[in-house]
């Protein structure tokens, strides 16, 4: 009884830690090669809450993550960056919002077709994440960022 009790635990624990292959249309990985060539994705990720499709890659030594709707259309690349990259009219910004004594999570560098521009991931115990959004100049734009 105990060795049938002990296999399926382990049988349950292997099962549990499998990850699933993530089927990716061709729409979305021939829009990849398209914009970013011969670079290697280290992880394809499906956000079905959001239905796209999420590419992790690095480019310059830099780690990036690119978005596709399931038809292929890229909406957004966003550049992970140290504090230290982060332009100083964004910091100066941030150290006047209600948030400044919050943990920064990310800082992210983010393009879309239309828009250029910075957003802080914040991370409070117990709290939903937040998404600040910067423009270069330093100005906040609230809401904008999905």
């Known amino acids: 009884m105990n060795k049938l009790l002990i296999l399926l635990l382990v049988v349950s624990f292997s099962a549990f830690g499998q ?3 993530v089927d990716i249309p061709e729409e979305v990985e021939q829009a990849f090669v398209e914009k ?3 670079i290697q994705v280290s992880k394809w990720r499906y ?3 959001e239905d796209h499709y999420v590419a992790e890659f690095k480019y310059s ?3 990036h993550r690119a978005y596709y709707k399931p038809d292929g259309e890229w909406f957004r690349t966003e550049k992970l960056l140290r504090r230290s990259k982060l332009p ?3 910091w100066f910004s941030f ?3 209600d948030y400044f004594r919050w943990e920064v999570y990310e800082f992210l560098e983010c393009y879309t077709p239309t ?3 910075y ?3 914040l991370q409070e115990p117990g709290y939903q994440n937040i998404y600040l959004q910067f423009l270069p100049d330093g100005t906040e734009v609230r809401d904008k960022y999905k």
Do not use: I
């Open 19 to 21: 990850r699933t292959k």
């Open 36 to 38: 970013y060539g011969s």
């Open 47 to 49: 956000r079905k809450y």
């Open 61 to 63: 030594k830099d780690k």
């Open 88 to 90: 100083k009219d964004v």
């Open 95 to 97: 150290q006047r919002t």
């Open 115 to 117: 828009d250029f521009f």
């Open 119 to 121: 957003v802080l991931v």
